[in-house]
């Protein structure tokens, strides 16, 4: 475990980091949120890496105001893994049933969508999308785009799953597993957007470098716009992965014995210290006590699904990935489809697409940043992928060409 407690200047409030080895520049992101007048606490994930406003890995609780950039651009982008009742050995004795369950059953790409009769249903586009113009406007792009996983950091993944104690309703053992990463796609982005550019109208005041932590008061009528824009978001991500894991095992013949799902781009009214905050985690695993999430690494490296042990000072959260080393364009020139091939081959992983800014080598250990955080999460299970599927490289999901994508695990 690793901790620093942050001394600030009088005006910010207290927070707390874990993980020793951070991006300088997400760390001065995180002093300048502490600063806002309108900042109650702060935590720093060991995942953290710069940012629009607040950083990746970055929890912010305010008081009276919610922070679209603190939420991100991908509105409750959010993880979900299923335990398939199907042997291990599935992935080796039915793999061509396997690859073609993903390819078949999801969209990969920057504007990726279904079209007339492959439209999705779910009775989330039964709900009142009038609660925003946004949402509003953007029902029909939500439809069409219901049940795609878009592009970047997003993937699905079969692996195998190792659980070494019971805890997920099920017994001890290895199991075939399907993990998914994607968010409320191109409606929610429309949503951070917008509420956002409102922000910092309202804001005039802030510095240029504190202009995207600029907020909305939920007792007004934009703050509750966005809110409750933001959570028909959280439920339409939901709905895109509840949608895909039932593809998937609907093609693949099976049943799901059990799941874990959470967002991490997002913003909870919550309490603590006696107080009702609202609190923000900008790529943050919710990890009050007891509750369940998962934590990906990298392509070719595991994901964990881990139990919270509510921390009072990470406000109840924990990494949601192991963190990018360096930025996409840095892994773009620096690695070759060779290099990828290789780390791929060590690890054990088929590979059917993902662009070179996904490569494993560009992010951090995600063994270092779970070690960093042994006080805010418990570890239940380690998945490891076999087979991975995202937008960008050769092909994308429905087999065309498709261009490199903008990088995983931190949406």
């Not at 710069?50 to 993880?79: F, K, Q, S, W």
Request: aromatic letters at 6%; charged letters at 25%; proline letters at 6%.
């Amino acid at each position: 475990m690793s901790r620093t407690q942050n001394m600030e200047p009088p005006g910010a409030v207290p927070w707390r980091q874990w993980g020793g080895d951070l991006d300088p520049a997400a760390v001065e992101q995180m002093r300048r949120a502490v600063a806002l007048p309108v900042a109650v606490r702060g935590a720093l994930m060991p995942d953290a890496h710069l940012g629009y406003g607040l950083p990746i890995g970055g929890v912010l609780a305010t008081e009276g105001a919610v922070i679209p950039y603190a939420v991100g651009v991908d509105i409750a982008c959010r993880m979900r893994l299923s335990v398939l009742d199907m042997p291990p050995d599935t992935l080796d004795r039915h793999r061509d049933l396997l690859r073609r369950a993903l390819r078949e059953n999801t969209r990969f790409g920057v504007g990726a969508a279904f079209s007339g009769n492959e439209f999705r249903e779910h009775p989330v586009m039964d709900e009142d999308w009038s609660v925003s113009p946004v949402t509003r406007e953007g029902w029909g792009k939500a439809l069409a785009q219901l049940g795609t996983s878009g592009s970047g950091n997003h993937f699905v993944d079969f692996g195998i799953l190792e659980l070494e104690s019971p805890g997920i309703g099920l017994g001890p053992g290895r199991y075939l597993a399907l993990l998914s990463h994607s968010g409320s796609r191109g409606t929610g982005s429309d949503v951070a957007g917008y509420y956002s550019r409102l922000a910092m109208q309202r804001h005039p005041e802030l510095p240029e470098a504190a202009r995207r932590l600029a907020w909305l008061n939920t007792d007004e009528d934009a703050g509750r716009e966005y809110w409750a824009a933001m959570e028909l978001m959280g439920r339409y991500a939901a709905a895109n992965h509840a949608l895909v894991h039932e593809g998937i095992l609907r093609t693949c013949g099976a049943e799901a014995m059990a799941s874990v799902e959470n967002h991490h781009n997002f913003a909870w009214k919550e309490r603590h210290e006696g107080r009702d905050w609202i609190v923000h985690r900008k790529g943050a695993t919710p990890a009050t006590e007891g509750v369940l999430g998962i934590i990906p690494g990298s392509m070719a490296a595991p994901a964990f699904v881990v139990r919270g042990r509510g921390h009072p000072e990470s406000l109840d959260s924990a990494a949601h990935g192991a963190g990018r080393s360096m930025s996409r364009r840095q892994a773009r020139k620096r690695f070759t489809r060779q290099d990828l091939e290789a780390a791929l081959a060590r690890a054990g992983v088929e590979l059917l697409a993902a662009g070179l800014d996904e490569a494993p080598m560009a992010y951090k250990n995600i063994h270092t940043v779970m070690r960093a955080q042994s006080e805010l999460v418990e570890i239940m299970a380690r998945f490891d992928p076999r087979l991975v599927l995202m937008a960008g490289g050769e092909t994308d999901a429905s087999g065309r060409r498709s261009a490199s994508s903008p990088g995983r695990a931190q949406g």
